[in-house]
């Protein structure tokens, strides 16, 4: 055992030897002047890491792709970029490239995981190190502007460090890059969220952007974002946040304009803080967390699919709807409850297909006794149950011949209602039909605190997917 142990020893001090031998990995510098890198390259014997120090232009730049797999750190920061017209084409058919600007998809594909670039920087151009190994990038201070898909693609980049100088990024900039975790875009002064900026970014988390005011389309869509801070943001372009599976929480200004499919299929997502005017097509369709009531109290209209889905079981509609299109609450199947009190005018356009997969009759409409008859008479609305503030509510509400296996008691102040299948809505009224609380749906059993409702007559009504059972309560 002993001399077993005794050759592992010595064949580890061997080893170490043999490292300590080894040369370790040194930087290499190429002093350059414009229009020399490629000669420099020749007589150079490369390493991993190579500096590049001098002036150079875009001939020396376009070269920089062509180095050998092995070299994987490029440092350009003692780099000068100068100004180059040239007689003939020097890079995608260009002759003429600016002074401090990293040329358009220079770096396309590089194989550098390191990139540093020059302190003298003030623009990065379109696609400049898209698809490129970069693992982590530190934008210079001085740089302003970032190109279109300037970093497209790159499927190893994790960290992104923006300059305070920052004004402007361009479509699609670090879209595709499915490792991204940090961006401080916080930290600049971009308030432009351009199309497509980080389409499909699975792994970032989290963003904050005080200086945000505009979302581009699908700015975001894709992304894994769990909460997303955007306290400026009035313009949110079509599908900006879509199909963000994540999304809990989304902070906007309350005024901010939606686009179409704004918020499509963010499963997730719990609480938005936004008040439009205009609830667009596909708003929030397939968002099966969300409980969009306060988001649709001012609207003027309803678009087609808006809520198409969701788990909205009342809805207040504000006093200037004038229209609920078609298929706009289409398989909202919790919808138990509307309050259009505030309409005392005209009542909204709707279509039997605005509420498709739902049974009107099994809705409580609750209208103004101003116009009570002329939600009667509508051919859509009139197939609610529709009560007015003059009315009993309890009256109006249908007892299912088949609620054997519901159960509602109290105890003390507490309410529990329990069914053989899963509850999908309960909540207490008082007699005029005012919601007075919503207990929790989705189990068999669910409970509440009702200490803080007024003394009188209650009328609870609890529902599965196949009964219904409403009671009376005097406390």
């Given amino acids: 055992m002993r001399l077993n142990i005794f050759k592992l020893t010595a064949a580890a001090a061997a080893s170490i030897a043999l490292l300590e031998l080894a040369p370790a990995a040194q930087a290499v510098t190429i002093d350059v002047a414009p229009g020399k890198l490629a000669g420099a390259l020749e007589s150079a014997v490369l390493d991993s890491e190579l500096r590049i120090s001098g002036v150079a232009d875009a001939r020396d730049l376009n070269i920089l792709r062509e180095l050998p797999a092995d070299v994987t750190s490029l440092d350009l920061s003692n780099t000068v970029i100068t100004a180059l017209t040239a007689d003939s084409p020097v890079h995608l058919g260009k002759t003429m490239f600016e002074a401090n600007h990293l040329p358009a998809y220079i770096l396309f594909r590089a194989p550098f995981s390191s990139v540093v670039l020059p302190e003298g920087l003030t623009v990065i151009e379109n696609g400049a190190l898209a698809g490129s190994a970069v693992t982590e990038i530190t934008i210079p201070e001085g740089v302003t502007f970032i190109g279109e898909y300037a970093f497209y693609g790159c499927r190893n980049l994790k960290t992104v460090n923006l300059p305070s100088t920052l004004l402007s990024i361009g479509r699609g900039a670090f879209a595709g890059c499915p490792v991204l975790e940090n961006i401080n875009l916080d930290a600049t002064r971009v308030t432009l969220l351009p199309e497509e900026c980080f389409s499909g970014d699975v792994s970032?988390?989290?963003l904050d952007a005080i200086h945000i005011t505009t979302v581009g389309t699908r700015a975001l869509a894709g992304s894994g974002i769990e909460r997303l801070s955007l306290p400026a943001a009035e313009d949110l372009g079509d599908f900006a946040l879509a199909d963000m599976p994540d999304l809990l929480v989304l902070t906007v200004s309350p005024s901010a304009r939606f686009g179409v499919g704004a918020l499509m299929n963010c499963s997730s997502l719990v609480s938005v803080n936004g008040t439009p005017d205009i609830v667009p097509d596909l708003f929030a369709a397939n968002c099966t967390s969300l409980q969009p009531t306060s988001l649709i109290s001012n609207a003027e209209s309803i678009g087609k699919f808006s809520l198409a889905n969701s788990s909205v079981d009342q809805i207040v509609l504000g006093p200037g709807l004038t229209s609920l299109d078609e298929n706009a609450l289409k398989g909202a199947t919790a919808l138990t409850y509307i309050d259009a009190t505030a309409l005392t005018s005209d009542v909204p356009d709707a279509f039997d297909s605005t509420f498709a997969g739902l049974d009107p009759?099994?809705?409580?409409?609750?209208?103004?006794d101003d116009n009570i008859n002329d939600w009667k008479a509508h051919a859509v609305w009139s197939k609610f149950d529709i009560f007015?503030?003059?009315?009993?509510?309890?009256?109006?509400?249908?007892?299912?011949?088949?609620?054997?296996?519901?159960?509602?008691?109290?105890?003390?102040n507490t309410m529990t209602a329990t069914a053989p299948e899963p509850i999908t809505s309960a909540a207490i009224y008082d007699l005029n039909g005012n919601l007075l609380l919503t207990l929790p749906a989705g189990e068999c059993a669910s409970s509440a605190d009702t200490s803080s409702l007024p003394a009188g007559v209650w009328v609870v009504a609890v529902r599965t997917a196949?009964?219904?059972?409403?009671?009376k309560v005097i406390n």
């Fill in 466 to 471: 196949s009964a219904f059972k409403g009671i």
């Fill in 388 to 412: 007015s503030e003059g009315t009993l509510g309890v009256d109006d509400i249908p007892t299912s011949s088949q609620y054997d296996g519901i159960s509602i008691s109290f105890n003390g």
């Fill in 204 to 206: 970032l988390r989290s």
């Fill in 361 to 368: 009759a099994t809705i409580k409409l609750k209208v103004s």
